[in-house]
């Protein structure tokens, strides 16, 4: 387990470039093993979770280079690799090995639940539903499904649940293995969704729907090799502008996709804090925000977290963060997760007077003039290790974010990046793993 400590209270200033979003960066890998094609992809963070993704693609014999120093990787999947080899734990991505490990040997086992951040049950039965929809068996029970596809897939037309970021990717991936033209109806249409279309197009897939709630993918088209380059992650961007303004800094990050920030904009405008875009940049330039009131005067303003082009779940903490360090209350509503809000007892320790209402609701009734530092503790949850550091950030004094490993698994160099804009942040402790 390693350990952050912060000395708080210093205003963070300058300029950075954000990382990749791991969420795009892992599908584009898992979606690499579909072909023999060499694929060389730029701008790859150097984390735990792309760490765990390429050890898993060497023991199937794959070629691999990977240079951190430049974000360059280049991969190679030949005729020779062999799946002697269990997917990775402690990260949902693996999940999405399935539909190529379908493609190429005709069986995957899953050993696990694929579980990643600790959120909820994040069950795996939209993916089983998927599978056997495209004609594959299952067998075992959770903690050991032996998933096999006999022959070639059949195109399908399907209609999930819930919009489902991962399975909407193992939707695509089977999709292109498989005999004919389908349909997915209620599909996930995230920034990371949308990056993995964009990258299987540049490799000659046929797809149709990216960004929207229904996607359609031709079938059998042989995948060319391929280039990418990934673009900047918009949590690492939305994390590093509510910094700026928690501190009472001036920070600048480069943003390639700004398009992706009307809604965030608007949200970060409800605690008073101004976002700008421009040439290729963003800026929050903040004096003492405060909570805006809601022109329905009986009302908390709030945040709403839902599936894609809703706030993300995984940007509420984030949110959670700024409130608790601005004047005012605020309300926010996850509606995805039932797990993901358990850690407002973490804040309390800082001062943060909060109300958990249900397991989906949170009030913060922010007071940025009383919190003092604290030794928290975060849980399994990568952007809830990110919340309690900004916090620690923004408030005078010494702070100890205990548990903070997860943070690796999504952010690289995310204790140098704030300490060159100005912060006093220090991991201590022992490495359990590069699983985080
Ligand atoms: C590797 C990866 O990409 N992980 C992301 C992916 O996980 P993942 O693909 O596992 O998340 P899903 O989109 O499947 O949703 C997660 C859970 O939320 C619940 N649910 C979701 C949507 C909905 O409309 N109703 C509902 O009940 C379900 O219990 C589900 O198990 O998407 C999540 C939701 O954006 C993010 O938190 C994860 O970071
Ligand atoms: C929840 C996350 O990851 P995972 O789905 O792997 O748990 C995340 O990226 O915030």
Redesign the pocket.
Known sequence: MSNIIVEGGRPLNGSLSPSAN??AV??VLCATLLTQAPVTLSNVPDIT?VHLMLDFFRKLGSEVAVDFDTGKVRLHHGPGIRPDAVLPVG???S??LIPPMLHRFGQAILETD?K??T?????I??HIDLFKAFGATVHGAAGNVVIEMAGQAQAIHHWL?????????NFIMCALSAQGTSRLINA?C?P?VQELCAFLTSMGVKLTGTGTSTITVEGGIPLAEAHHSFEEDFHEVATFLALSAMTGGDMRIRNGVPHHFPLLDRTFAKFGVTVEHKDGWSRVAARDPHVQRPFTAHMLPKVEA???PYI???LLPIFIALGACTNGSMLYWN????G?LGWSSELSKFGVQTVLCDPHRLITLGSSDHLTPAEVESPYI??VAIALLMVACAVPGRSTILNADPIRRAHPRFAENLCALGADVEWVGTRQSDAG
């Not at 959120?119 to 069950?123: A, M, P, T």
């Not at 819930?162 to 909407?168: E, F, K, L, N």
């Not at 509606?335 to 039932?338: L, P, R, S």
């Open positions: 791991k969420n892992l599908p979770d990260m949902r991505s999940v999405m694929a990643g951040c959120l909820g049950s994040r069950e039965d939209p649940d819930y919009a489902s970021v991962t399975t909407t990717e996930a995230e990371h839902a599936p894609w993300p779940a995984d509606k995805v997760y039932e993901a990568i952007r």
